[in-house]
Each structure stands twice: as C-alpha cells, then as structure tokens.
C-alpha cells in the first residue's frame, strides 16, 4: 500500500487549498481515510476523518466548518477542501488509512494504530 498526498503549499490567511491523497496497492471501500498535521515543535493532530465507504466524517472542532474531507472509492482518493486558512493551521498534513477492523470511533483522534502514512505535504499559511 502507498500513499501519496500532494497540494500543499503556501497561502495567505483566509485563502484557500485543496489537497490530494492517491492510495494504491489494493482497494481501499471498507478502509477508513483521512487526515492529521503535525506543525513545528507540536505532537500529530487528527484533522478529518471518512469512516466506511465515506457515509461517516468527522472532523476536529478546529476545522470545522473551515475543512472539507471527501473521498472518491473508484479512483481510491481523498481529498481536503480547506476554507478561511489561518497561520495555526500551518503544519505538514499526513493523509492515513485505518484498515479493518476500524479503530473506535472515540481511538479515531489518535495518531496510534493508523496502518498507513503519506509522505506529508507542507502547508503554510502566511497571515
């Protein structure tokens, strides 16, 4: 299994990117896929979440509203739509994959466990 996250880059406040997570290896319908950031100095933070086939997301109170996850199970994609980018949402954003059995709803913010690792794409935004 690979995956590879693309679309960072930098963005002034209030902009807006999209970024693009490829997973290959096998396909990917009843795994979990989503995202988590890590910035400088700070432990890895849970971003978003598509449990299932996509029909459950959840995102962390910090970006909602702000960040939409969707994913595409024929093309084995997921993506972040991100709005209203602030400077504290400056970090390196990881996408994962949670094979089965999927983690517990309430273990899903926790880095551990996480099967599979992008490369991480740079994100920063400027204020």
């Known amino acids: 299994v690979q995956l590879q996250a693309s679309g960072g880059g930098l963005v002034q406040a209030g902009g807006s990117l999209t970024l693009s997570c490829a997973a290959s290896g096998r396909t990917f319908n009843r795994d979990g896929m989503g995202w988590f950031r890590q910035a400088p100095g700070k432990e890895r933070e849970f971003v978003a979440l598509s449990r299932w086939s996509g029909s459950n997301i959840y995102y962390a109170d910090s970006v909602k509203g702000r960040f939409t996850l969707s994913r595409d199970n024929g093309k084995n994609t997921v993506s972040l739509q991100m709005n209203d980018l602030k400077p504290e949402d400056t970090a390196v954003y990881y996408c994962?994959?949670?094979?089965?059995?999927?983690?517990?709803?309430?273990?899903?913010?926790?880095?551990?466990?996480?099967?599979?690792w992008g490369q991480g794409t740079l994100v920063t935004v400027s204020s």
């Open positions: 994962v994959v949670d094979t089965p059995p999927l983690k517990i709803l309430s273990d899903t913010e926790f880095a551990r466990g996480y099967e599979y």
